[in-house]
């Protein structure tokens, strides 16, 4: 089976399994966004989920965080890990973004990635999750499956996102690189009972005639 094969399949798969695919973080607009994901390095959605709305109720937009200190800011999220760096880089972000951009968030991968703790995966998830620009974020379930499912040489993330761009339609990028991130955490998490991994099975195993 080729790759553009198992990647037919794939797609077909997960479109069964989630025909529609929810962004798995909380937000409102763009910067909300752009915050939430910023605050999801190292951590999960869920417990961002859990903080960022009282960090939202007091600083929703750029010019209400970029009037915080820092400590108050790290208040509001000392329940995530980083929060040290990640205080000190919204508020510079939030600084920025009203210097630079009027308060706007930025709608180019460059401009995005000049922000501090904004890299490429989120810039990438910013470009297409709120702005319908094609982009393929890739996180660590993505950079798995895709190695598991030998569609990548799995070196770097860097190398699996220019593969994932090749072997998927340009046209399915925004939304299936979510649908692997919620397939990842419910079949086929990286500890646990691979089991439920049918697709992996699907992809390989001899088929029974």
Known sequence: MTKKQRAAIILTELEKLYPEVPIPL??????????????????????????????????????????LGVEEI???????GLANTKARNLKRMAELLVERHDGIVPQTFEELEALPGVGHKTASVVMSQA?????????????????QWKLTSGKNVVETEKDAKKIFPRSTWNKVHLQIIFYGREYSPARGNQEKDFLTKMLFLPQEK
């Open 26 to 67: 909380d937000h409102t607009d763009p910067f909300t966004l752009l915050v939430a994901v910023a605050l999801s390095a190292q951590t999960t959605d869920k417990k961002v989920n859990q903080i960022s709305g009282k960090l939202f109720e007091v600083a929703g937009d750029p010019f209400k965080m970029k009037d």
């Open 74 to 80: 790290k208040y509001l999220i000392k329940e995530i």
């Open 131 to 147: 702005f319908g620009e094609p982009a393929f974020p890739v996180d660590t379930h993505i950079h798995r499956l895709m190695t």
